[in-house]
């Protein structure tokens, strides 16, 4: 009889909750006991230097304390410095683990700004991540935080279950258990839909079905419906976007553009996969960041954005480009074998996101010349990464 009590005050106060909005939401959760993936504490390692790095494009962000998981990644580094340039008022909390491919060098010039602050953590981590939250009163997370190499997929899969599914679904029971959050954003990708056909017309959207066909994808598009499952039972106020493939500065020399310019650079052969022809959407970091940024502001709770251009190019185009603007010669290309589960095709339908005010900004002629030009003057950067990148052993 006090069981049955207890469970309907529980649930009227629930109903209830999820009436007024945020307030109290979780009042009736019992907190489980998660386990421990990895005992990291929090470390605040950076603090405190004058921003120089002002744009004079500056607004007041909606959100006052935001968390940025996986930002000494390469997009997450790029969002944090497009935050910490953009608005003036936001605190920005950094919570990235520094697996092989975190590099603190992606936020150095950020790294001592007084609105930034930076802790090695584990997403996995319950506790690190529900005190993160408390600590830093945190409104809005943006979930960029995940293992997301396609072919180190295929040699350590449980690698990526364990953070994109696993510990997407510890900070988003983190962030239920919160009583500040007002938007949780996940990252997610366009590879959860699966393949297109080489010819066709097709185009995914929002709604198209989860196909994923590597432990990648897989692992993203479980991460991807446990957050819509936080929004549909719990009402936390999460958004989705699934964005094409990104290409700019600070990317691990383990994809594709980073590794071509660096062999090319050191007069290596370009590792071209035998389905040459088979294309990819690409986008600049930055159009990527001002999307997110969008949805932010603008994006309905509990819906989905695709963020694409339209831009399609083949492996074979990449390479190209990339020895005609290193003026390298053609002779370096090496067809090698497919990975397995090597996708065809993705190309995202755009027109919610151009419905909501966005549209990319940086053509392919200037991003990518810009881009190979930056690996080609900052080898300081990449020289250290490779005895750490798979695709250089
Ligand atoms: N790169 C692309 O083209 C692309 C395209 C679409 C979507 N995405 C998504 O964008 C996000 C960022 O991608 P990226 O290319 O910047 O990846 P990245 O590999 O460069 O960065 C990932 C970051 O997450 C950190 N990280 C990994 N596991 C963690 C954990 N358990 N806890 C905390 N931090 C952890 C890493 O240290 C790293 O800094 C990913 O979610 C990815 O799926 C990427």
């Not at 966005?358 to 991003?367: A, E, F, L, M, Q």
């Amino acid at each position: 009889m006090l069981v049955l009590k207890k469970y309907l005050i529980n649930m009227a106060t629930w109903r209830s909750s999820k009436r007024i909005g945020l307030q109290n939401r979780h009042s009736w959760v019992q907190v489980p006991s998660w386990p421990q993936v990895m005992k990291i504490p929090p470390q605040p390692i950076a603090e405190i230097y004058p921003n120089n790095l002002s744009t004079g494009y500056q607004k007041n962000m909606i959100y006052k304390n935001i968390l940025v998981t996986g930002g000494c990644g390469f997009i997450g580094s790029h969002f944090i410095r497009y935050l910490v340039d953009r608005y003036p008022n936001a605190n920005i909390v950094n919570v990235d683990l520094l697996t092989y491919c975190g590099n603190p060098e992606n936020v150095k010039d950020v790294s001592t700004h007084p609105r930034y602050k930076f802790y090695r953590a584990d997403i996995g981590d319950f506790k690190a991540m529900r005190d993160i939250l408390n600590q830093h009163q945190i409104e809005c997370i943006v979930n960029f935080a995940a293992e997301s190499d396609n072919n180190k997929a295929v040699l350590s899969p449980a690698d990526f279950i364990r953070t994109n599914a696993f510990g997407t679904g510890i900070l988003l029971e983190a962030a239920r258990q919160s009583e500040t959050i007002k938007r949780f954003h996940h990252i997610s990708t366009c590879e959860v839909f699966g393949q297109l056909p080489l010819k066709s017309k097709s185009k995914f959207k929002e709604n198209s079905p989860y196909q994923p066909r590597t432990p990648y994808n897989a692992s993203k598009a479980s991460g991807d419906l446990v957050a819509k499952s936080y929004y549909h039972t719990f009402g936390l106020p999460v958004t989705i976007s699934y964005c094409a493939n990104n290409y700019g500065s600070h990317q691990f020399p383990e994809k594709v553009i980073p590794v071509f310019a660096i062999r090319a650079l050191k007069n290596e052969p370009l590792p071209v996969f035998k389905s040459s022809g088979n294309k990819r959407e690409w986008i600049h970091v930055s159009d990527h960041c001002r999307a997110i940024d969008l949805i932010l502001e603008k994006g309905k709770v509990g819906e989905a954005y695709n963020i694409g251009t339209g831009l399609e190019k083949t492996v074979t185009n990449i390479a190209d480009d990339i020895l005609k603007i290193l003026k390298k010669p053609q002779t370096l290309k090496r067809v090698v074998p497919d990975r397995p589960g090597h996708d065809s095709r993705y190309l995202l339908d755009s027109s919610k996101m151009k419905k909501l005010g966005w549209k990319p900004k940086v053509s392919w002629k200037d991003g990518f010349a810009e881009t190979v030009n930056w690996y080609k003057d900052n080898s300081s950067w990449w020289e250290p990464l490779l005895a750490k990148s798979h695709s250089w052993k």
